[in-house]
């Protein structure tokens, strides 16, 4: 039985949706880095929220982890790498909070436009000031949106119902998808010119740390209005204070902080045209629900057919969901056992060529079920197809993806070029009907193998009684040959022959057949 920790508060639902699918689920939040590290060893499943910084060191601990699940969106508390690198996948609940999160930028924009939590303070104290709580309309206002993916466009949409003059920045969006929406795209330079209020809608990263930094805020409109309800870490607080001191920042409104909790004594929490609320963009009802049902129902998934949803650090993988693609990804992989059994010097390079519809567009998934079958037959970690790609490039392995159009034989056809400073191997694949996967070319050779089982691959000169003497060492030791692909280049010339046998061959039975005359480059593999 699968063993599942949840280790930060979570709606009730994420628990008895695992229990009423058998797992045994263990939900203790609140609990610290140091016993979770301890007790992590036996579970198969991690859920937090964002409060389990989830580090190298607690990752280290994970002997059985294959799933780390956010219920949300955001997944720096989480060291995604360090987490691949150990072949776990990590996944969010995409679209969960979605709209959580972009009704509350508007709950923010408003209040920071009508000082409404200033003005509330105010009335508590029994004052009545009206003069000083004037405010600015929306309407007619140009409103900069950066990042426009999910909560971006939902922010966009709901603004333009205010009749606010849209412009944003994505790098990943086409300007026709940003016309659907009624954006109208810029660069981050005109973005931060031409915007009276600007909403952060990225995640934290290299890039968009200290995006919004004194530097940047120079290029700004005075009295630009800011929100963060996105990540902290994308303002830098201290450099937002000097600017709404001189005035080159009018107001702010932030949801997220650099430290959370904060720490109160900074000056941006006591700064009166800054607004605040405790990271509250996806603290709705329904949002919790929706995303601790989405986390517990993709973690059932994953578990009992391998589908994968919201998984961030290995793109690609949700193709193993469909069907079709399976018996490719079997071929992949033995492709990648059967060269890793062959190979003699140090592999610099691998050519992944992809020819069909259905292999371009799972070409990813095909590489890294590629590399698994290489790497987990030559290395002694677990490789799974999380972390193929990543031990590939650590060994300094470089892999090329290639959509190929050649192929006029076969409607999917996946080809492997494996280079060394001094040979090339070249395998190529398909599946006919449903599930019969073969190997249908080996370097200049046209045949047809059913990568399964115990191989055997040798090359001889094409003259008869060269089966009839390997025929015989087998015989002689007792193993069974099942079947037979021969491939020839001229008559004559050299060949390759590829036998499917029932028995693993030891190397005395590879040292006689090397030594019939005219036999070379023989190969037992095994998959
Ligand atoms: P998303 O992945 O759908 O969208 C992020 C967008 O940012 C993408 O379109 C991406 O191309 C773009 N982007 C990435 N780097 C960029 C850069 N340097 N410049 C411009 N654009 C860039 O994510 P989402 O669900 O819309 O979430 C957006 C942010 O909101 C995330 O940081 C998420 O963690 C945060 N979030 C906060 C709350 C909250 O409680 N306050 C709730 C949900 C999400
Ligand atoms: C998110 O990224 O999903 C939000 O910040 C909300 C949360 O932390 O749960």
């Known amino acids: 039985m699968k063993k599942i920790l949840i280790s930060d508060p979570i709606d009730k639902n994420c628990i008895s949706i695992l229990q009423s699918y058998g797992y045994s689920v263990l939900y203790k939040p609140g609990m610290t880095p140091e016993q979770i590290s301890t007790e992590i060893g036996e579970y198969n499943a991690l859920i937090v929220r964002s409060e389990t910084k989830v580090n190298a060191a607690m990752i280290s601990k994970m002997s059985s982890m294959e799933i780390i699940g956010r219920a949300g969106t955001g997944v720096d508390n989480i060291d995604v790498e360090t987490s691949t690198r150990h072949g776990i996948i990590v996944m969010n ?17 408003l209040s920071m436009c009508r000082n409404v939590p200033q003005a509330n303070m105010s009335i508590r104290e029994h004052k ?13 206002k140009v409103l900069g949106v950066i990042g426009l993916g999910k909560i971006g466009r939902e922010v966009a949409t709901r603004s333009k119902a205010f009749g606010m003059k849209i412009i944003g920045y994505d790098p990943l969006l086409s300007s026709e998808t940003a016309s659907k929406y009624g954006i109208e795209l810029k660069d981050l330079d005109s973005l931060f010119a031409t915007s009276d209020i600007i909403t952060l809608h990225v995640p934290l990263s290299a890039e ?44 702010a409104a932030l949801d997220v902080f650099e430290k959370e909790p904060p720490d109160f004594s900074q000056r941006i929490f006591n700064h009166p045209k800054v607004i605040c609320t405790p990271h509250l963009g996806a603290s709705t009802e329904e949002a919790q629900e929706k995303v601790a049902v989405q986390i517990a129902e993709q973690i059932h998934e994953f578990f009992e057919s391998k589908k994968m949803y919201g998984v961030v650090n290995a793109v690609g993988l949700e193709a193993l969901s469909k069907k079709e693609i399976l018996p490719y990804v079997t071929l992949a992989e033995n492709i990648g056992k059967i060269y890793a059994q062959m190979i003699r010097y140090p592999l610099k390079q691998i050519n992944i060529y992809f020819s069909g519809e259905m292999l371009q567009s799972s070409s990813s998934v095909l590489s890294s079920a590629v590399l698994k079958g290489l790497l987990s037959t ?13 031990l590939a490039k650590e060994m300094g392995v470089k892999v090329n993806e290639t959509n190929s159009e050649e192929n006029s034989n076969y409607l999917n056809l996946l080809s492997v070029e494996f280079l060394t400073d001094s040979e090339r191997k070249y395998f190529a694949g398909t599946v006919f009907g449903n599930n019969e996967i073969r190997i249908v070319r080996i370097d200049d050779y046209f045949l047809e193998v059913k990568p399964e089982g115990y191989l055997l691959f040798y090359t001889n000169i094409d003259k008869p009684g060269m089966l009839a003497a390997v025929g015989q060492i087998l015989s002689d030791a007792k193993i069974n040959i099942a079947g037979l692909s021969l491939g020839r280049l001229e008559e004559g010339k050299e060949a390759l022959s590829v036998m499917n046998v029932d028995n693993q061959i030891d190397e005395k039975v590879l040292s006689k057949i090397s030594m019939i005359n005219g036999v070379t480059k023989v190969h037992s593999v095994r998959i």
């Not at 030559?378 to 990543?390: A, F, G, P, R």
């Open 378 to 390: 030559l290395l002694t970690e677990h490789v799974n197809i999380v972390n193929s790609k990543i």
């Open 208 to 251: 968009t740390k200290y995006l919004i930094s004194s530097e940047n805020l120079k290029k700004c409109k005075q009295g630009v209005k800011i929100i963060n309800c996105a990540r902290g870490g994308i303002i830098n607080e201290e450099e937002l204070v000097d600017a709404l001191d001189f005035g080159k920042v009018s107001a």
């Open 93 to 109: 609940t995409p679209g969960g909070n979605t709209i959580s999160a972009a009704e509350h930028t508007m709950a923010l924009m």
């Open 128 to 140: 009545w000031e009206r003069k000083k709580y004037q405010g600015t309309e929306l309407s007619g």
